[in-house]
């Protein structure tokens, strides 16, 4: 199992990302894919998790409103759009999803939203 994550960067307040989550090794349409966040000195936390079939979706009410979890499954790829970004959303963003029992974790992406 493998999970890559891209699209981090420097944005400013109030600014916009879309974070990519490219997977492979499993297959990708049986597993329910979940984005976490985790800020210096901070324990991380989950922020937003998709169904197998993308119709179910949550969030955490730390950054509900300003989140769009989605997925295409033919790209095996799991997206996650964040709007309105605040300073204390900055944090290392990581994909994860569990596979036969097992948690796999992608390598994070950094967000930093600063002026």
């Known amino acids: 199992v493998q999970l890559v994550e891209s699209g981090g960067g420097l944005v400013q307040p109030g600014g916009s990302l879309r974070l990519s989550c490219a997977a492979s090794g499993f297959t990708f349409s049986s597993a329910a894919m979940n984005w976490h966040r985790q800020a210096p000195g901070k324990e991380r936390e989950l922020v937003a998790s998709?169904?197998?079939?993308?119709?179910?979706?949550y969030y955490a009410d730390s950054m509900k409103g300003r989140l769009t979890i989605s997925r295409d499954n033919a790209k095996n790829t799991v997206y996650l759009q964040m709007n309105s970004l605040k300073p204390e959303d900055a944090a290392v963003y990581y994909c994860n999803t569990i596979w036969r029992g097992l948690h796999y974790w992608g390598q994070g992406t950094q967000v930093t939203v600063s002026s």
């Open positions: 998709i169904s197998r079939t993308g119709g179910s979706t």
